[in-house]
């Protein structure tokens, strides 16, 4: 239980401003068809953070647990630098397929995840949390959709209202404290 809310909680902080919530207020606007880009959204996330979750689970096989107590520990501080970093889509990024919304949306939010904070966050918590894999997956997602679905439900309008800077502040100062917290245990 305590993986899925951290999970939870960490994912949807760092998704507030990120390049595929700024993808789900593209899609929202072009297609203007909401469920069906919710739906693809959820399917390209379980699909990208189970592989994720999977890969974070694989590693604690591999490596020690001094070293991945190290490694889980530096990767989280190193989240919590990035998360500082604003994240932006250009018109490049913007999804072109001639399928309809649901696979453009699948297939669009898959890829942008590929190496995006939160897959990553999605790795390190998995590793952190290797006995809950499942509670991990079943947390990234949640906290994806939680920040996504008010995206592509009322667009623009939510995103001119939130506090993204002091949002990603607060998820940062989370990711340094997981951080510390780990590498003081690593110690």
Request: proline share 4%.
């Amino acid at each position: 239980m305590q993986a899925l809310l951290i999970a939870t909680g960490l994912v949807a902080l760092a998704e507030i401003g990120d390049k595929t919530q700024l993808l789900a207020f593209m899609l929202a606007a072009r297609f203007q068809r909401p469920w069906p880009i919710v739906a693809g959204i959820f399917v390209a996330t379980v699909l990208n953070h189970a592989v994720a979750g999977a890969l974070g689970a694989w590693l604690t096989s591999l490596i020690s647990p001094t070293a991945l107590r190290w490694g889980l520990g530096l990767s989280f501080i190193a989240m919590a630098g990035w998360m500082l970093i604003p994240d932006k889509l250009d018109a490049n990024d913007a999804p072109k397929s001639g399928h309809g919304v649901f696979v453009t949306t699948l297939i669009a939010f898959f890829l942008a995840e590929m190496g995006d904070k939160t897959q990553i966050a999605t790795v390190a918590l998995a590793a952190r949390f290797p006995a809950d894999f499942i509670g991990v997956v079943a947390g990234t997602t949640a906290g994806m959709m939680a920040a996504n679905v008010p995206a592509v439900l009322v667009g623009g309008k939510l995103a001119q209202r939130l506090p993204v800077k002091l949002v990603h502040r607060v998820a940062a100062a989370i990711f340094a404290v997981l951080g510390v917290a780990t590498l003081v245990l690593a110690g």
